[in-house]
T-cell receptor
């Protein structure tokens, strides 16, 4: 099956700093990537959708200036959490799909962000 | 009312039992019905998907879709302790560009 990697798997940062999370599709070209946030014992919450070479589309209530998304290539998307605060602490997961199978999303292993 | 309803459990069954996990939905436009398995602190893993109505089998797993009742199921035969995880259903359709709409996830515990 398709493989998606995420880096780092865990990160701890101080309040006010920025953190970048990378998402890579390893064996397919991802025309679209998605970023989700998951709180403990809850389902996934879609934050934004990014298409290669285009600006990301953010879901209602998600601050685009706080969660910067870049999808510069067909295999890499990045999420930068700017001026992080403790309430940004969460599990962030990316997923990717290719043009041939739009209905299938493959997920990365997730990144646990802790802001102190 | 949520678009997709799924009992969060937990559902605890003995090893070897047949497990039935279910979701109901309200949007009749949904075309693809997915089941994901998520282990603690990991990303979801696509188990299987079904297009429209019908059954699909993959090893010990069987997915069923009943569009007339807006009801989907995942059956796990000969359940193993390694099947203990959270199972999430998700659905999508062409009109929404296949954006996944998620159930809450059911936590499954298989007792040895």
């Amino acid at each position: 099956g398709a493989v998606v990697s995420q880096h780092p798997s865990r990160v701890i940062c101080k309040s006010g700093t920025s953190v970048k999370i990378e998402c890579r599709s390893l064996d397919f070209q991802a025309t679209t990537m998605f970023w989700y946030r998951q709180f403990p014992k809850q389902s996934l919450m879609l934050m934004a959708t990014s298409n290669e070479g285009s600006k990301a589309t953010y879901e209602q209530g998600v601050e685009k200036d706080k969660f910067l998304i870049n999808h510069a290539s067909l295999t890499l998307s990045t999420l930068t959490v700017t001026s992080a605060h403790p309430e940004d602490s969460s599990f962030y997961i990316c997923s990717a799909r290719d043009l041939d199978r739009l209905y299938e999303q493959y997920f990365g292993p997730g990144t646990r962000l802790t802001v102190t | 009312q949520k678009e997709v309803e799924q009992d969060p459990g937990p559902l605890s069954v003995p090893e070897g039992a047949i497990v039935s996990l279910n979701c109901t939905y309200s949007n009749s436009a949904f075309q693809y019905f997915m089941w994901y398995r998520q282990y603690s602190r990991k990303g979801p893993e696509l188990l299987m998907y079904t297009y429209s109505s019908g059954n699909k089998e993959d090893g010990r797993f069987t997915a069923q879709v009943d569009k007339s009742s807006k009801y989907i199921s995942l059956f796990i035969r000969d359940s193993q302790p390694s099947d203990s995880a959270t199972y999430l259903c998700a659905m999508s359709d062409l009109d929404s560009n296949y954006q996944l709409i998620w159930g809450a996830g059911t936590k499954l515990i298989i007792k040895p």
